[in-house]
């Protein structure tokens, strides 16, 4: 049995029904594209969200950490400001006062010192740090190369340094010995000078 040809009618509706199909096809296309790209813009918001939410957790992990480490080396100053007195006296050091957290400016310069151990012709400037490391021994000769420069009441004083911390490795003492720095090391219970007894300090 022969099949029919195709009317004008036929074709026409073929071509309708093909267009719509296209028109569809092309409808649900958009919709996905639409979908995808609102997918898109949401992973983007979220990712910005959580960006600036991790930036806001480090930055107060951050402050957090700084804050305990300068309670730290506070914990440090108040521990080596009552024993200063004796340990320095053992180094041949006489001493008059000890002035905790000196602060100067003068001529643009400024100068902070943890611990000021003074008498009439020396005095010693202590860094306390709850870890000492080699940048801050470099941190604190500059200080002491500006000490008589920014406090000119200690000019004609034989001017030593010394540093402090509850953790200081052989190595970061060494260092600082080599620098003509005193040591003053947490032992137990006890602070101590780590300084052998024919030490010679470095003088300003």
């Excluded at 920014?150 to 200081?168: C, F, N």
Aim: include cysteine; hydrophobic fraction near 40%; glycine fraction near 4%.
């Amino acid at each position: 049995m022969t099949q029919a040809n195709p009317t004008l009618d036929d074709v026409w509706r073929l071509f309708q029904e093909t267009t719509e199909k296209f028109q569809e096809t092309d409808r649900r296309f958009q919709e996905t594209e639409r979908l995808m790209k609102e997918q898109r813009q949401e992973t983007e918001r979220f990712m910005k969200e959580r960006a600036q939410e991790t930036d806001r957790i480090i930055k107060q992990l951050s402050k957090n950490l700084g804050d305990l480490g300068n309670r730290l080396g506070e914990c440090v100053e108040h521990l080596v400001a009552p024993v200063v007195v004796r340990l320095f006296r053992a180094q041949g050091i006489e001493v008059h006062a000890v002035y905790p957290e000196v602060s100067a400016k003068r001529n643009g310069e400024a100068l902070e010192i943890d611990l000021l151990v003074v008498n009439d012709g020396a005095a010693v400037a202590v860094e306390c740090k709850s870890k000492l490391v080699s940048a801050h021994l470099d941190a604190h000769l500059e200080r002491l190369d500006k000490l008589k420069r920014v406090l000119p009441l200690y000019k004609d004083h034989r001017i030593m340094g010394a540093v402090a911390g509850m953790v200081v490795s052989e190595a970061v003492a060494e260092q600082a010995m080599a620098k003509g720095l005193y040591v003053l090391c947490q032992n137990g219970e006890q602070v101590e000078v780590r300084n052998a007894p024919n030490f010679t300090p470095a003088v300003w």
